[in-house]
């Protein structure tokens, strides 16, 4: 089965940029989803394939993805962006199409 | 703007089954939408469950596959999960959501959560 890869956490301080990465063999031939999830709430969509942002995301928001990583990436931080993140792929190599999600990512914001 | 609304029983016994239902509002179930169940066991990550299209065509978590069936009413705009056999490590939150596509697509929209738990 197909599994993908979070850091358990990132830090950064106010202003600066977070990356967080995504890993998966051969991820860069799949369309990437980015979830995040504040606490006690449900998960909002943040990036879809891979690079596009819904409605009312901030541009200050971005993803990326190539070969065995993609990664979300979160300029000019702030307090408000302190939240679990996820990411998902669909697989279908051993079986029917199925969602796949990350173990996630706890932004925190020092 | 679409909204989704679980509902069923917070606790469920050992070897029982799960029953949910998601009720959707704003949006027509017999759209090119696909529906989902999504599940977070508490203080870990997100777990696809399956999800259906309005003509009953689904697809499943192989992990989960031989217990979980999900269907959908679309007289009554909803849709339900039933996951049977279950145990402790079923407790979870389960959210239902709304799916772009069958493969490749999005959860775009979520709702609220409910929470269930595996207890005698």
């Known amino acids: 089965s197909y599994v993908l890869t979070q850091p358990p956490s990132v830090s950064v301080a106010p202003g600066q940029t977070a990356k967080i990465s995504c890993g998966g063999y051969?991820?860069?031939?799949?369309?990437v989803q980015w979830y995040q999830q504040k606490p006690g709430q449900a998960p909002v969509l943040v990036i879809y394939?891979?690079?596009d942002r819904p409605s009312g995301i901030p541009e200050r928001i971005s993803g990326s993805n190539s070969g065995n990583t993609a990664t979300l990436t979160i300029s000019s931080v702030e307090a408000g962006d302190e939240a679990d993140y996820y990411c998902?792929?669909?697989?279908?190599?051993?079986?029917?199409?199925?969602?796949?999600f990350g173990g996630g990512t706890k932004l925190t914001v020092l | 703007q679409v909204r989704l609304q679980e509902s069923g029983p917070g606790l469920v016994k050992p070897s029982g089954a799960l029953s949910l239902t998601c009720v959707v509002s704003g949006d027509s179930i017999t759209s090119t939408r696909w529906w989902s169940w999504v599940r977070q066991p508490p203080g870990k990550g997100l777990e696809w469950i399956g999800q259906?299209?309005?003509?009953?065509?689904?697809y499943y978590n192989p992990s989960l596959k031989s217990r979980v069936t999900i269907s959908v009413d679309t007289a009554k705009n909803e849709f339900s999960l039933r996951l049977n056999s279950v145990t402790a490590a079923d407790t979870a939150m389960y959210y239902c959501?709304?799916?772009?596509?069958?493969?490749?697509?999005?959860?775009?929209?979520w709702g609220q959560g409910t929470l269930v738990t595996v207890s005698s």
């Open positions: 959501a709304r799916t772009t596509s069958s493969y490749g697509g999005n959860f775009d929209s």
């Open positions: 998902q792929v669909w697989d279908s190599s051993d079986s029917d199409p199925h969602a796949v």
């Open positions: 051969s991820i860069g031939s799949k369309t």
């Open positions: 394939e891979d690079r």
């Open positions: 259906v299209f309005h003509r009953g065509d689904t």
